[in-house]
C-alpha cells in the first residue's frame, strides 16, 4: 500500500490555479479562457471541494478521514478472510482507493488552499492517513493474504497481466517496510522510517533556507538585489536572472555556502537509506529505488556511453563559442543560465501570441486530431475549487484516480493542473511566454496520461507508473509545443488574430536546442551524483563526491567553499531516481522521431500512443509499452544517441542567424 506523492516537475518557473475535470462533452475551450472571470468562488457554500460534500467546511475533513478508516478496516477484515484469486487484487485496490482518494486530496489541499484552516486540517488528514499506510504495510495477516495469492502458481498463472503486476507490486510495498524480517528488525525497520521521515523534512526546509553575510563585505551599490536584516544582507537563492555579474557572483558564493548543520543532515539522511535497504535485502539504497523501473539496476545507469556522450556536448559547447562575446569555456557556473537562455530570443515578443485561450485551443486542436476527444470548459460548482492564487509550483495532482468498477462503468480521473500564470489585465487576457506555453504543454501531458489511463485497477493508473516513464507523455508533448505544424495551428495575436510570423516559430525551436546542450549536460551531472549519493557508502564527504563528479562530468570547474548538494532538494524525493528525467525525455525523443516528426497530426498514430503507451499507465511494463510502441527494445545507446541527437541540427547556423 503506497500513497502517492504528486511528481513535481523537475525545473520550471514561476499565479493563478485552474482546475480541470475529466469531461466527456465537446467543444472549443479558447474563449472561455481568454474571458475574464468576474465570479468570486465562494468556498463555504453547499458544494463542497471536488464535489465531495462534506468538504464544504473544515470539519468535513475529519468526517471524510474517518470514513476512509473505518472503510480501511473492513476491507483489511475482508481480504483476510478472502480466498486467493482476482478478488484479493480487487480488494487490495478498493483498499488503496479508499485511503488515496482522502490523502491525494488533501495532499493538494495542503498547498493550495489558500485558507490556512483548510490546509492544516488537511495536514492533519495527511499525516492520519499516512500512519494508517505505516500499519497496513508492517500488517502480517493483510500481507499474508497477498502472498497465498502469489505463491499459489495455480491460481496465479491464470491471472491476466495487470492483475499480476498490481498483486506484485502490492507486495512490493510490503516488502520494503521489512515485512519478512524478524520481529526486531521489523522494529528497526519501522524506526528508520521514523527517523528517514524527519530527516527529509529537515533537510527540505534548510535547502531553501537563506544564508546571511555582513553588509559591509559586500559593495554597497550590490545590496539593493538582496533583503536587508539589520547589519547583514540575506541571500536566498541564485538570482540566476540578474544581469548584473557581480550579483550572480554574490549569490552564487553566499547561497551555497556550507553549512555544517544541513551537511550532518544530508549525511545522516544517506546512511539512514543505506541501512534501510540493506536491512529489507537490498545491496544499496539505489537497487532498492531501482527496482521495477525502466533502468532496472544502478550499474546499467553510468555506462561509458554516458561519459562519451558527454565528451560530444563539450565539444558542441566550444563550436559554438568562437561568434559569443562568453567564452563557454572559461565560464563560471553563475553564468549559465543566465547567458544560455538569454542570447536568443525575447519572451515578451512571443507572448501576443500565446494568450491563455489560444494555447487551450492549441491543446484542443491537438487531442482531437490525435485522439479524437476534446476539451470543454465547464463552470465549476460553486464551492468546488477556490479561485484564489496558490504558491510558486509548477506541478499535476492526481485527485482520484481512474478504475473499472463492478457495476461496469469506469470511475473517471479527476486531475489538477498546477500553474504560475500571470494575471489577466483590464486589456488582455493572461499571455504566456513561450516557457509558460510549453509548460501548459507539458503539464496537459500529465493531465492526459490520467485522463486517456483505462487501467483496471486505480493503483496504477496514469501518472501512478514507474518514475523514469513517469515524463515520458509530458515530455513528448514538450516536442509538439516546439513543432512549428503545431504552433502554426494555433499561435495568434490576441488584438488582430496574425498568426506567428514563420521566422520566429523558426528561432524559438532553434533556441530550444541551445539551451538544451547545456541543460542536458548539467542534468546528466546531477543524476550521476544523485546516483552515487545513494550508491555504497563512501568514507569521504558529500562534497567531496560531488567535486569529483564536478570534474569528471561537467564542464565547469568547482567553486571553492560551495556546497551545491545542500540545496539539491530533490535528492529527497527522487532519491536515487533523478536520471528519470533523462530516461523519459530519452524514451519521448524516440517516440517523436520515429512515430510523430513526420506528421504530428496523424490520427492513426495518436490512436497506436494511446493504445499502447498512455492507456495502462503503470499496470504493464514500462520497456513492453515502449516496445509496442517503437515496435523494437532500444538498448542503452539508443537511449544515448536520442538524447545527443536532440541537440545537433542546424546548431551553427542558428547562431549565425540570431546574430543577423
Ligand atoms: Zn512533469
Redo the contacts with the bound molecule.
Keep these: 500500500m503506497s500513497v502517492y506523492r504528486p511528481?513535481v516537475?523537475l525545473f520550471r518557473h514561476g499565479t493563478a490555479a485552474r482546475a480541470w475535470r475529466t469531461l466527456t462533452t465537446w467543444s472549443p475551450v479558447g474563449a472561455a479562457f481568454n474571458a475574464r472571470v468576474h465570479r468570486r468562488l465562494d468556498i463555504f457554500h453547499q458544494n463542497g471541494l471536488f464535489g465531495v460534500p462534506e468538504l464544504s467546511c473544515v470539519e468535513g475533513f475529519e468526517v471524510v478521514q474517518d470514513r476512509a478508516l473505518q472503510e480501511t478496516q473492513q476491507l483489511v477484515e475482508e481480504a483476510c478472510r478472502c480466498p486467493p484469486g482476482v478478488q484479493t487484487v480487487e480488494i487490495f485496490d478498493k483498499l488503496s482507493d479508499s485511503l488515496c482518494r482522502v490523502a491525494d486530496m488533501a495532499d493538494f489541499i495542503k498547498v493550495a488552499h489558500p485558507d490556512p484552516s483548510y490546509r492544516e486540517a488537511a495536514e492533519r488528514t495527511c499525516i492520519n492517513i499516512g500512519t494508517m499506510v505505516e500499519r497496513l504495510n508492517t500488517n502480517v495477516d493483510l500481507c499474508k493474504s497477498l502472498k497465498d495469492l502469489l505463491d499459489n502458481e495455480e491460481i496465479f498463472s491464470k491471472l491476466d497481466p495487470e492483475t499480476r503486476r498490481v498483486a506484485e507490486l502490492f507486495l512490493f510495498d510490503f516488502e520494503i517496510s521489512g515485512i519478512h524480517l524478524d520481529k526486531k528488525k521489523r522494529k528497526e525497520a519501522v524506526n528508520l522510517n521514523v527517523k528517514l521521515l524527519d530527516l527529509s523534512n529537515q533537510f527540505l526546509m534548510s535547502c531553501h533556507m537563506p544564508n546571511r553575510i555582513e553588509k559591509r563585505a559586500l559593495p554597497e551599490h550590490i545590496h539593493q538585489h538582496f533583503t536587508k536584516d539589520g547589519n547583514y544582507i540575506q541571500i536566498g537563492g541564485l538570482n540566476a536572472d540578474a544581469p548584473d555579474d557581480l550579483v550572480r557572483e554574490v549569490a552564487y558564493k553566499v547561497f551555497l555556502y556550507p553549512n555544517e548543520n544541513v551537511m550532518h543532515i544530508l549525511e545522516e539522511l544517506l546512511s539512514c537509506r543505506d541501512k534501510l535497504a540493506r536491512l529489507v535485502g537490498y545491496e544499496s539504497y539505489a537497487h532498492r529505488a531501482l527496482k521495477g523501473t525502466m533502468a532496472k539496476s544502478p550499474g546499467r545507469l553510468y555506462s561509458s556511453e554516458i561519459v562519451s556522450d558527454f565528451e560530444m556536448m563539450r565539444e558542441m559547447k566550444t563550436k559554438l563559442n568562437p561568434r559569443n562575446p562568453v567564452s563557454f569555456n572559461n565560464m563560471a557556473c553563475w553564468h549559465v543560465v543566465f547567458y544560455l537562455c538569454r542570447f536568443n530570443i525575447e519572451p515578451s515578443l512571443y507572448s501576443p501570441y500565446f494568450s491563455l485561450g489560444a494555447c487551450m485551443e492549441g491543446l484542443n486542436g491537438l487531442f482531437t486530431q490525435l485522439y479524437g476527444v476534446s476539451l470543454l470548459a465547464e463552470q465549476p460548482s460553486v464551492g468546488e475549487v477556490w479561485s484564489e492564487d496558490v504558491r510558486k509550483l509548477d506541478c499535476h495532482f492526481t485527485i482520484r484516480g481512474g478504475r473499472q468498477l463492478e457495476d461496469g462503468q469506469y470511475q473517471l480521473p479527476i486531475v489538477v493542473l498546477m500553474l504560475n500564470l500571470p494575471h489577466p489585465t483590464r486589456s488582455a487576457p493572461t499571455l504566456l511566454s513561450p516557457g509558460m506555453m510549453e509548460n501548459l504543454f507539458?503539464e496537459m501531458g500529465?493531465a492526459m496520461h490520467s485522463m486517456l489511463g483505462r487501467t483496471r485497477y486505480q493503483h496504477v493508473t496514469g501518472t501512478r507508473c514507474v518514475t523514469d516513464f513517469a515524463?515520458v507523455p509530458?515530455i513528448l508533448m514538450e516536442y509538439f509545443a516546439t513543432d512549428y505544424r503545431v504552433i502554426s495551428q494555433f499561435a495568434r495575436h490576441y488584438q488582430t488574430g496574425q498568426p506567428l510570423p514563420q521566422s520566429m516559430v523558426a528561432r524559438l525551436c532553434e533556441s530550444k536546442k541551445v539551451c538544451g546542450a547545456a541543460d542536458t549536460q548539467l542534468q546528466v551531472f546531477y543524476a550521476i551524483m544523485d546516483q552515487v549519493y545513494h550508491g555504497k557508502p563512501q568514507n569521504r564527504s558529500t562534497t567531496d563526491i560531488m567535486i569529483d563528479m564536478q570534474k569528471k562530468y561537467y564542464g565547469l570547474p568547482y567553486v571553492t567553499n560551495t556546497a551545491w548538494q545542500l540545496r539539491f532538494s530533490h535528492l529527497v524525493g527522487y532519491g536515487a531516481k533523478y536520471y528519470s528525467y533523462l530516461m523519459s525525455r530519452a524514451v519521448a525523443s524516440m517516440v517523436w522521431k520515429q512515430c510523430f516528426y513526420k506528421d504530428p497530426l496523424n490520427r492513426e498514430t495518436g490512436e497506436r500512443y494511446r493504445r499502447e503507451m498512455l492507456a495502462h499507465g503503470g499496470g504493464k511494463e514500462p520497456m513492453l509499452m515502449v516496445e509496442g510502441m517503437l515496435q523494437k527494445r532500444p538498448s542503452i545507446e539508443d537511449f544515448v544517441n536520442a538524447l545527443v541527437s536532440d541537440l545537433d541540427p542546424d546548431f551553427e547556423t542558428f547562431i549565425m542567424d540570431s546574430e543577423g
Design positions: 511528481l516537475c507539458h500529465h515524463e509530458s
